[in-house]
Nanobody, 121 residues
Framework: QVQLVESGGGLVQAGGSLRLSCAASGITFRINAIGWLRQAPCREREFVARIMWRGGTIDYADPVKGRFTISRDNAKNTVYLQMNSLKPEDTAVYYC??????????????WGQGTQVTVSS
């Protein structure tokens, strides 16, 4: 199996930056993609960004394009989410999630515990 641990969340003022990390362990060669998703109170879980584990193809949700950058370091089995120009509406619990090889498109098989990001005005 794959284990995921997020870190890097915290409290930041609007316009500031945070860098989230997602460290993967276990049978990491099974990973096909790593995604970042977020959930605010009383909201559905929302897709943020996704990177293919080997090929590096990247997708972003429209609200974060130009502000967030997803990247990977396969040697460290880690995916990062650099968040710049943060807005209060970015406040949410951020989760990383892994899709295994041959996994169903737009689904995830493994999840981290989440890390809180709070952006103040």
């Amino acid at each position: 199996q794959v284990q995921l641990v997020e870190s890097g969340g915290g409290l930041v003022q609007a316009g500031g930056s945070l860098r989230l990390s997602c460290a993967a362990s276990g049978i990491t060669f099974r990973i096909n993609a790593i995604g970042w998703l977020r959930q605010a109170p009383c909201r559905e879980r929302e897709f943020v960004a996704r990177i293919m584990w080997r090929g590096g193809t990247i997708d972003y949700a429209d609200p974060v394009k130009g502000r967030f950058t997803i990247s990977r370091d396969n040697a460290k089995n880690t995916v990062y989410l650099q968040m710049n120009s943060l807005k209060p509406e970015d406040t949410a619990v951020y989760y990383c999630a892994a899709r295994q090889r041959f996994g169903l498109t737009n689904t995830y098989n493994y999840w981290g515990q989440g890390t809180q990001v709070t952006v103040s005005s």
